[in-house]
Nanobody
Framework: QVQLVESGGGLVQAGGSLTLSCAAS????????MAWFRQAPGKERELIAS????????SVADSVKERFTISRDSAKNTLYLQMSSLKPEDTAVYYC?????????????????WGQGTQVTVSS
């Protein structure tokens, strides 16, 4: 059973940086796409970035492209989201997700496995 455990969230001032981690276990991820989503209070879950585990092909939402970077360490089975120049509107629960790379990585339905989420709060 695939398990995803996020860490690294917290409270940061506007303009600051955070790096989120997602430890993945319970599977061979070579055929997976991994992603970060976020959900702010009262808003729909939003795809932030995705990466194919084997080839490392990334896609990042236009809204955060200049500030967020997705990466993975295959040896550690860990997914990362580096966030810089954080804004109050980045405040949300951030989720790590995993799914088949053969499906559309832009769709939440692609992702069969989800972490529990980690809170990121950016103060102004």
């Amino acid at each position: 059973q695939v398990q995803l455990v996020e860490s690294g969230g917290g409270l940061v001032q506007a303009g600051g940086s955070l790096t989120l981690s997602c430890a993945a276990s319970g599977g061979s991820f070579s055929t997976y796409v991994m992603a970060w989503f976020r959900q702010a209070p009262g808003k729909e879950r939003e795809l932030i970035a995705s990466i194919t585990w084997s080839a490392g092909i990334t896609s990042v939402a236009d809204s955060v492209k200049e500030r967020f970077t997705i990466s993975r360490d295959s040896a550690k089975n860990t997914l990362y989201l580096q966030m810089s120049s954080l804004k109050p509107e980045d405040t949300a629960v951030y989720y790590c997700a995993a799914g088949s790379r053969y499906w559309d990585p832009r769709r939440a339905a692609t992702y069969a496995y989800w972490g529990q989420g980690t809170q990121v709060t950016v103060s102004s």
